[in-house]
């Protein structure tokens, strides 16, 4: 009884939703060139990171050196998005990673994604709200800030921001308003903020130029007294490290480069809108590239310029692109630009919100959140319920977190989501056809009828011998049921060796490349098995499916993603880890406790109507389509 039931429970985790038959509309949609998918994806990348990441980055992690963490990224970002992209390839439907996962992986692994998904959304929107405050505060002098945090900040746990910010509670209520009353983003919307994104970098760009100092490139410990000394301003100097342009050292770097991670996150856009385009294969790849090479070019300027314009120390970290114009004697610049962030901030605000209630609703519909959200107004067609929720879940951490744990946040939200969406590539690839449901069970009755009419075949007494063999020479040259088990196990064991080795290097590199003798040993033999695991992997037959795009490479460039990802994530500290296990702890007691009782498929012999999820479709505009 108690096999049967965990039987029961292990096929209830890794089941898979079946893909909905869906209107035609998205086929009428007139196709993306690459020049097209390329003006999406910028249009996509650029935007609030710009104002918010650069000034907190450069003042405590980086220093100048936050243009080699952006570098980093750009790299990580290429990697993982295309692993993405071969997810998105293997469902023939435009839908997000997390609907992706659920019809390919199964349940367990669509629910964790979705969850990081969410957390990523609602830290998103939160840091955009903090950042339209904090640059509204600054038009006015500060004022505001300065009277709550010396009413509230001998109140408040060292683990919150300083004060309640009221101004983010307010604005997100405000937006939260207007969602309910079916506000949207239209085209044209769209476009002139995409302008205006292109517009800032460009001009803070040529400011650096015009009005930056190579000197603060080479800051040196007497500038920094001379400074502490000569200072008239409120604002406290951040940490000078060992000045130079690299005063954090390798680490900053990367953990620079662990937090900076989602800057490029929202050019996922250009694989869902690639379904269209008339070459997906050259396509999307190529227009993927130049668009985070734009974004590259965008950030790491903008972060050139405010460094050579501002010592890192100096930087104010909550506006600090209109302070840097303060700085250098262009208060009229500070006005104008501050009025263009006020209105791109904005916009990226609604953007966010968009997608962060359409995930609600869609795993409400599925089951794994509570049905309740899923409930539609039948004179106001967008669901009440979820963007109340987005805008409950928004406010509290808007109004209480500091902004830097946010970022954080958001890493930890979207580097394990990547993490697992690149597993997938490395798992379904090696499985038996995913298209047809009777496919796996005609394989495994091939298999065992070639068993049983072969009676040359060695018996599975041989032991040792014969699994190596079958490791090596696979029996059969399509995917089969034993061939996708040893391809499970083997990506199973990769993920738990890389996640070592990242734990190793992360956090004594200095002692594995001195020559420790027993972290150096555990290291080359994390490789020795790393490569071994590989190699047999690489032995298994791949799917013969047709796909609209492949990842090459394989298994190497999924795996050269993992361990990015896993090593960017051994650099964010345990404070965010912690606040990353409370989330996650809140997760699992809604999918243990409800989801997996409610889930896909109870939901499916009810056979309701209609889904919310095709309402939604029908009456709600998606970010995406703009």
Known sequence: MLRQYVRQFVQKLVRRRPLEPREESESRRAPLSTLGLVLLGV???????????????????????????????ALS????????????????????????????????????????????????????????????????????????????????????APYPDFISLGLVLLM?????????????????????????PIF????????????????????????????????SLGPLGSGG??????????????????????????????????????????????????????????????????????????????????????????????????????????GSMFPM????CTMADDGFLFRRLTQINACIHPPIMAIMASGILTGFMASLLRILDLVKLMSTGVLPAYTLMAVSILVLRYQPDQNLSKNEKVEE?????????????????????????????????????KSSQIVCGCAFLLVLLLTILSLILAQWPSHVFSGDPVLTTVAVLLLLLITGATVIIWRQPQSPSPLHFRVSALPVFPLVSIFVNIYLMMHLDTGTWVQFGIWMGIGSVIYFGYGIRHSFEEKNEQQPP?????MLDKNIPSVESS
């Not at 996962?101 to 969410?118: C, K, P, R």
């Not at 207007?178 to 995409?194: M, W």
């Not at 972060?303 to 506006?319: C, D, F, H």
């Open 610 to 614: 209609a889904s919310t999820s095709q």
């Open 176 to 200: 939260t308003g207007l969602l309910v009353r079916g506000a949207h983003v239209t085209t044209l919307i769209f476009k002139v903020s995409t302008g205006l994104n292109l517009f800032v």
């Open 77 to 160: 970002s290429v990697l993982s998005g295309l692993c993405y992209a071969e997810l998105w390839a293997w469902v023939p439907h435009s839908c997000s990673a997390y609907l992706y996962s659920y019809v390919t992986m199964g349940e367990l692994h669509a629910f964790v994604i979705g969850w990081n998904l969410l957390l990523y959304l609602v830290a998103a929107a939160s840091c955009l709200t903090r950042a339209w405050s904090y640059t509204f505060d600054s038009l006015i002098g500060n004022h505001i800030s300065q009277a709550l945090e010396r009413t509230f900040s001998p109140h408040m746990p060292s683990f919150l």
């Open 245 to 350: 342009f690299v005063p954090f050292g390798f680490e900053g770097i990367l953990q620079g480069a662990a937090i900076l991670f989602t800057s490029y996150f929202d050019v996922h856009a250009i694989v869902t809108a690639g379904k269209q385009a008339p070459n997906p294969q050259c396509s999307i790849p190529l227009s993927m590239v130049i668009s985070i090479f734009i974004g590259f070019l965008a950030y790491s300027g903008v972060s050139a310029a405010l460094t050579l314009m501002v010592p890192y120390y100096q930087i104010y970290p909550y506006s600090p692109l209109l302070q840097a114009f303060l700085h250098v004697g262009w208060a009229s610049a500070k006005y104008a630009m501050a009025v263009v962030f006020l209105c791109t901030l904005l916009y990226s605000l609604l």
């Open 445 to 481: 009755e091939i298999e065992i009828s070639d068993h049983e009419a072969s009676p040359s075949e060695p018996v599975p007494e041989a032991g040792t011998s014969s699994i190596l063999k079958t490791l090596w020479y696979p029996t059969s040259p399509i995917p089969t049921r």
């Open 43 to 73: 249009g996509r990348t650029l935007g609030a990171g710009v104002y918010v990441l650069t000034g907190v980055m450069a003042m405590f992690i980086t220093g100048p050196a936050i243009i080699i963490s952006f570098s980093v990224v």
């Open 204 to 235: 803070m760009i040529l400011s650096g130029f015009i009005k930056g100092d190579l000197h603060n490139w080479q800051l040196t410990e007497q500038d920094y007294r001379a400074n502490i000394s000569g200072s008239s301003s409120t604002f």
């Open 357 to 360: 209630f359409q995930l609600i």
